[in-house]
């Protein structure tokens, strides 16, 4: 499981590739755990899953600590570009209602830019 | 659950060490055993969720306790239901199914954990759950899908 994070807008795009399972949630954590570290005031961030064919409980563990965090700073995060398979874990779990969820970047950058 | 089979008779026995690495190999062989037996692409993703999940819970909750970090799997297809039937073996502390099947909506974070999140979504997308805790100290989670083809397209109807 890799992060690669770039910026778009002044928004941080952090796409996830590989299984979001429980050994990817492991590898992850230590990204989430150094980016929580940064000044997050006002932290826009979009997580792109187009290369994440995957997730299980573990992984939704992983983003709900983010979000949570990215939250108590005041900024926002949302999620992009899942899979059929991706976007129903987070269905049977009420997660949909919890996260934003948009089919494409493009969308997400609109909607996290909007004033 | 009813109609189980003899364990003698699963078409796959596993036995993995404790590594959240080598859960995608249990994953794999019973989703191959699903595709085998016509199940379809969209189940096959939920049956390798749920193995995932009880897989993932025995390393975190139950291989801890136990020496030898490991656990087992066993899966087969039961003719008679038209169904996959997964077996996870630890010898961890054990729960209360029950209860699990109690929950019918987890509370949403951030007010609270999603502890308990794996198995309401096994829960979820598997037919039937249950679970055993043996006299030997050994514990199994067992779960059932049963097999429903792709369906065919006009052309080939």
Redesign the interface.
Known sequence: MEVERMNRDECDILRLKGRLDLAGAEAIEGFFKEYRMEPMQGRRVIVNFAEVPYISSSGLRVLVSALNDVKEQGGEMVLCEMNVGVEEVFEFSGLNDVFKIYREEDDALQAVSAP | MTNLMPNSQADLCLSLRAD??L??IA?KAVRNLAEIHGMNE?DC??L??AT??VC?NA??HACERDEHRNYRLEAAYDEVDDSIVVWVYDRGEGFDIERVKEVK??P???NCP?GG??L??VR??TDDIDYLCGKNGENCLIFRKRVIPEPKLAAEA
């Open positions: 959240p690495k859960v995608v994953c969209r993703y939920r390798e969720l995932d999940e993932s390393i975190t909506e987890l949403k974070p951030p999603v999140l794996g309401h979504l979820k997308v």
